[in-house]
């Protein structure tokens, strides 16, 4: 219920127009604990900017940023584009897929975390980088990722 | 080192708007608004020989002649802030360094072109900026200098943030504007070209945010103090963004004319761990890669040109002798198959079989064929793809197989010498 009334209120505050199906597909995905927008919103949506579902379902899952399956809490995305490969981000994706427990592309059971590979977002002086959520992390090694992970667990509880 | 464009950049707090004034900051604006006519703006920029810093080194002048010359009521300008080039992080330091610049030439581009409308694309993985942008503009409504009648000015004009959702291809201005309309980032078809036919079908004007970033210093400062700095063809400063295994990375302001070399070596500190250089990349991932005897090049579009590259972003990857350069070359198409938007032919499958044939090689059953067809595969794409994205995708592949050509020869006898392919020394076995 709650989050049928959140994102009425995000249509009404964004605007209810379609060009601002992206605006709003960004701050649905943000209400939602396990960072994705869920099929109620998409209805929620189409209805809200007068837009077919299918229309908001392809613009959802053409977005790499968007998502319409479940995530964790944390969405960490490590970056294999080049500058960050030349400074072994290989390795960093290696040592969070074994301090995780879990491959890239999944989901640890506990709902906490969540492992994808993405393009560059700038943080390329400090590569090899990962963004988590908003944040980005730089200068990374092994065992730096193991530091992370150990503090977003404690963060977490 | 330079500071032109940049000079703001941590010198001020990003959303001073005092701080910004104290410095000349909308001086260039007032300057336009009151003693030049729009032909007069754009003649100046002209005169300037500005070109885009957004990838294709287009001629501002000309482009906003084009949009001013469209007889339509409604027009639009678009700064153009979605940043994907890999390995590209300038405009970043542009836009929080000092986003009234930035504004304040967009707010120029629409008085010169006659847009009473403007969007400013920032890139979702930029929060911050998105964030400082909304709190500048709204500065800017409360003190008269967006909305109704600016200065008391026969001219209107506001803005919108848009935020972009992790899409490579919507730095392509056609899908850039694809996305502000609420749709997929899918490029579109070119002509009409976005001068003439762009965002909901009216004029519209798309322009990187370095290149608007030098418009308050070129109106306010006249033409003739910006064609003081750089080269006889390429005039004013460069940002650039340097990564990779080099000493210092980061963004820095340079004239044009200086060399790769100095850039590499004197202002970056040279290579970590005193490595040899095996290449550089320059443009980012849709740049050629340059080996060690082309580093005497200087920053200019022509002499850039007259090797058959481009400048591009301004991003320069320096990578040292341990990187191996088939998976390097795998790197950067995975990159272009996750971001192509998958309308052409070309490019949605170009690079998924690119791949395809270095993996052969990588794993050790390659053979001179498939050299063959990547050079192919490649050379397709670059002829017949339908943007930028597809066009670029083979260039860091074609310069690979030029430059490099030894080691794709050593992997199809079975070695990697970086030893990063683990099949050394089994010759074909595997095949
Ligand atoms: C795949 C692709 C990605 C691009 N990404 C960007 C970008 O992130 N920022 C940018 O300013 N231009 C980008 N461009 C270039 C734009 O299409 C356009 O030429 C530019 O924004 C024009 O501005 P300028 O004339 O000021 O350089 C890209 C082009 C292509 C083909
Ligand atoms: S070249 Fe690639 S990104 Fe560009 S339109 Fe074709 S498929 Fe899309
Ligand atoms: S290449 Fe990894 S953040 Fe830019």
Redesign the interface.
């Known amino acids: 219920m709650d989050l049928e009334n959140n994102t009425m209120e995000a249509i009404e505050k964004i605007g209810n127009?379609?060009?601002?199906?992206?605006?709003v597909?960004?701050q649905c995905q943000s209400l939602n604990q396990q960072n994705y927008i869920t099929e109620e919103q998409l209805n929620l949506i189409s209805k809200g900017l007068n837009i077919p579902l299918s229309k908001a379902y392809?613009?959802a899952s053409?977005?790499?940023?968007?998502s319409t399956s479940k995530k964790g809490k944390y969405v960490i995305q490590v970056c294999?584009?080049?500058?960050c490969?030349?400074?072994n981000s290989k390795t960093i994706a290696k040592a969070f897929q074994d301090a995780l427990g879990i491959s890239l592309g999944e989901v640890t059971a506990d709902g906490l975390f969540s492992l994808e590979y993405?393009?560059?977002?700038?943080?390329?002086?400090?590569?090899p980088a990962v963004?988590i959520n908003?944040m980005v992390y730089g200068n990374l090694t092994e065992e730096k990722v193991w530091q992370l992970v150990d503090s977003l667990r404690k963060e977490a509880v | 080192m330079k500071s032109f464009v940049s000079k703001l950049c941590g010198k001020i707090m990003p959303l001073s708007l005092k701080e910004y004034r104290e410095h000349g900051g909308f001086l260039g604006l007032e300057k336009a608004l009151f003693y030049m006519s729009p032909q007069e703006v754009i003649d100046e920029i002209k005169e300037s020989r500005l070109r885009g810093r957004g990838g294709a080194s287009f001629p501002t002048g000309v482009k906003w002649q084009l949009v001013a010359a469209e007889g339509d009521e409604e027009k639009y300008v678009v700064c153009n802030a979605d940043e994907g080039e890999p390995g590209t992080f300038k405009d970043k330091a542009l836009l929080e360094g000092c986003p009234f610049q930035v504004i304040e030439g967009l707010m120029i581009s629409a008085y010169a072109v006659g847009a009473y409308k403007g969007y400013i694309y920032i890139r979702g993985e930029y929060p911050n900026s998105i964030d400082l942008f909304k709190k500048a503009i709204n500065i800017l409504k409360k003190e008269g200098y967006l909305g109704e009648n600016i200065l008391g000015q026969n001219f209107s004009f506001d803005i919108e943030v848009r935020s972009g959702a992790g899409a490579y291809v919507c730095g392509e201005e056609t899908a850039l504007i694809e996305s502000i309309e609420g749709n997929s980032g899918s490029s579109r078809f070119k002509p009409p070209y976005p001068p003439n036919c762009g965002l909901w079908g009216k004029p519209t004007l798309v322009n990187n945010v370095e290149t608007l970033a030098n418009i308050p210093l070129i109106i306010s400062q006249g033409a003739e103090e910006f064609l003081k700095l750089g080269t006889k063809g390429s005039k004013g400063t460069k940002l650039i963004s340097v990564s990779g295994n080099v000493v210092n990375k980061g963004v820095f302001e340079v004239e044009f004319g200086i060399s790769l070399r100095e850039i590499i070596y004197d202002i970056c500190g040279g290579l970590e761990g005193n490595k040899k250089l095996k290449f550089i990349q320059v443009g980012g991932s849709s740049g050629a890669c340059l080996p060690e005897l082309l580093l005497d090049l200087e920053l200019d579009f022509d002499e850039f040109k007259k090797h058959n590259i481009g400048i591009g972003s301004g991003a320069i990857l320096v990578v040292d002798d341990s990187c191996c350069i088939l998976d390097f070359m795998r790197v950067t198409t995975e990159f272009f198959k996750h971001e192509s938007c998958g309308k052409c032919t070309t490019c949605r499958e170009g690079n998924r079989h690119i791949i395809k044939a270095i993996d052969r090689m990588i794993y050790g059953s390659g053979t001179e064929r498939d050299m063959q067809i990547i050079k192919d595969i490649a050379t397709i794409m670059r002829d017949s793809s339908l943007c930028g994205l597809g066009q670029a995708a083979p260039i860091p592949v074609l310069s690979l197989l030029k430059h490099f050509k030894d080691e794709f020869q050593e992997h199809i006898n079975g070695y990697c010498s970086t030893g990063v392919c683990n099949f050394k020394g089994e010759g074909k076995s595997h095949g």
């Open positions: 127009t379609p060009d601002k199906l992206i605006e597909l960004i392809g613009v053409f977005y790499s940023m968007l294999n584009s080049g500058p490969y030349v400074n993405t393009s560059c977002f700038g943080g390329c002086q400090i590569a963004k908003d």
